[in-house]
């Protein structure tokens, strides 16, 4: 079936250093990709997404990319700062096969040191 | 204040003893779904919704049942839980139409099958 597979499932950085988050996906269906941030004990949140029309989108100091043709998108972080710390998830949904699962990636514990 | 509430959000209940948690949200979404929560294996979605009256399954829809009767509400009903049923349960709502799709969650349903 369509999964996400998501690398790394930890990720300690320096604060002020960038982190980089990668996923992959299986259903070339897919066409909307979201990033979700998820704090200790809340609900995960939106930051970022991008349509699989779009190569790159920013904001601020985070950025997404993706690469159609290999099935990877990324999720950059610049400048991390403490309150960066937290669980991110990405996430694959897509409208053209007729199905509308939502599937996310098993997440990415971010933990930015001071 | 738009948002999806679903209740309850915390739950000890017994083996075999049916159980119901609600979810509803006021933003008008043609989308809403349900996932599971644990240590490792991320979000995964039980079941989802692109309008009334249909329902699809997600990744893990075995011993849950869903309905979707009325625009708002979309409960999810564990009719014999056994203790592997044990998580945390996220409902989230979206508009699908546009071809993103956006998920606001609910605060999360912690359930414990004894």
């Known amino acids: 079936g369509e999964n996400v597979e998501q690398h790394p499932s930890t990720l300690s950085v320096q604060e002020g250093d960038s982190a980089v988050i990668k996923c992959t996906y299986s259903d070339s269906a897919s066409n909307y990709f979201p990033w979700y941030k998820q704090e200790l004990g809340k609900r995960p949140q939106l930051i970022i997404d991008i349509r699989s029309n779009v190569g790159e989108k920013k904001d601020q100091r985070i950025a997404v990319t993706l690469n159609k043709t290999a099935k990877h998108f990324s999720l950059h972080i610049t400048e991390t700062q403490p309150e960066d710390s937290a669980v991110y998830f990405c996430?694959?949904?897509?409208?053209?096969?007729?199905?509308?699962?939502?599937?996310f990636g098993t997440g990415t514990r971010l933990k930015v040191l001071a | 204040e738009a948002q999806v509430t679903q209740n309850p959000r915390y739950l000890i209940t017994v083996t075999g003893k049916k159980l119901t948690v609600t979810c509803s949200q006021n933003?008008?979404?043609?989308?809403m779904s349900w996932y599971r929560q644990d240590p490792g294996l991320g979000l995964r979605q039980i079941y989802y919704?692109?309008?009334?009256?249909?329902?699809d399954k997600g990744d893990v829809p075995e011993g849950y049942k869903v309905s979707r009767k009325e625009k708002r509400n979309f409960p999810l009903i564990l009719e014999s839980p056994s203790p592997n049923q044990t998580s945390l349960y996220f409902c989230?709502?979206?508009?699908?139409?546009?071809?993103?799709?956006?998920?606001?969650f609910g605060a999360g349903s912690r359930l414990t099958v004894l």
């Open positions: 919704s692109m309008n009334v009256e249909v329902t």
């Open positions: 989230a709502s979206g508009r699908a139409a546009s071809g993103a799709n956006v998920l606001t």
């Open positions: 996430a694959a949904w897509g409208t053209t096969s007729g199905t509308y699962k939502y599937i």
């Open positions: 933003m008008n979404h043609e989308y």
